[in-house]
T-cell receptor, first 113, second 122 residues
Framework: GDSVTQMEGPVTLSEEAFLTINCTYT??????LFWYVQYPGEGLQLLLK?????DKGSNKGFEATYRKETTSFHLEKGSVQVSDSAVYFC????????????FGKGTKLTVNP | GAVVSQHPSRVICKSGTSVKIECRSL??????MFWYRQFPKQSLMLMAT?????????EQGVEKDKFLINHASLTLSTLTVTSAHPEDSSFYIC??????????????????FGPGTRLTVL
């Protein structure tokens, strides 16, 4: 079945450090790929998405590129801030499929001043 | 745009009582809504998918008689936890898939999440 694997956390960085959170997927068909962010005590917010190969999603300084050849959608940010501390979830839906979101286990990021 | 609200945000109830959680899409029509459960420090577990005007589809292992879902309109779905027990304590999150309405557009391949409801059963 479809699945998402993302790097285990927690990840702890200093402010202005470079961030990469790895995400790879297994899916039949042509999935759409998403990164969601969950701040403490809150629900999920869509951070960015990509719907086809080579698309780059970007938002708030975060970027991720849909790589079909490596089945990856790694999240990157050049300079993290304390306010980026949250849990990040990689997810996919299969187009024309069940419409369900399949989530990775989440990666907790803590950014220290 | 594409805002989803949940009410209440927190609820504490006694064991054996029922609790209703509302999920509303505020500025778009949602033909499909999803209910998730999230345990501490874990990912989201899909409980059920509900389509407006039809019965919900429950995931394997989720008791449909315990978690009653109603999706009566294009902007409202409710989850009722019946005869709640302490093991039902969790963070319940809904999401909605969008449908273009007038000048407002919500992407139909994207789920928009509510802020979640923290349920504590004593």
């Amino acid at each position: 079945g479809d699945s998402v694997t993302q790097m285990e956390g927690p990840v702890t960085l200093s402010e202005e450090a470079f961030l990469t959170i790895n995400c790879t997927y297994t899916a039949t068909g042509y999935p759409s790929l998403f990164w969601y962010v969950q701040y403490p005590g809150e629900g999920l917010q869509l951070l960015l998405k990509a719907t086809k190969a080579d698309d780059k999603g970007s938002n708030k300084g975060f970027e991720a590129t849909y790589r079909k050849e490596t089945t990856s959608f790694h999240l990157e940010k050049g300079s993290v801030q304390v306010s980026d501390s949250a849990v990040y979830f990689c997810a996919l839906t299969t187009q024309g499929g069940s419409e369900k979101l399949v989530f990775g286990k989440g990666t907790k990021l803590t950014v220290n001043p | 745009g594409a805002v989803v609200s949940q009410h209440p945000s927190r609820v504490i109830c006694k064991s054996g009582t029922s609790v209703k959680i509302e999920c509303r899409s505020l500025d778009f029509q949602a033909t499909t809504m999803f209910w998730y459960r999230q345990f501490p420090k874990q990912s989201l577990m899909l409980m059920a998918t509900s389509n407006e005007g039809s019965k919900a589809t429950y995931e394997q292992g989720v008791e449909k008689d315990k978690f009653l879902i109603n999706h009566a309109s294009l902007t409202l779905s409710t989850l009722t936890v019946t005869s709640a027990h302490p093991e039902d304590s969790s963070f319940y999150i809904c999401s909605a898939r969008g449908l273009q309405r007038g000048a407002l557009r919500a992407s139909t391949d994207t789920q928009y999440f509510g802020p979640g409801t923290r349920l504590t059963v004593l």
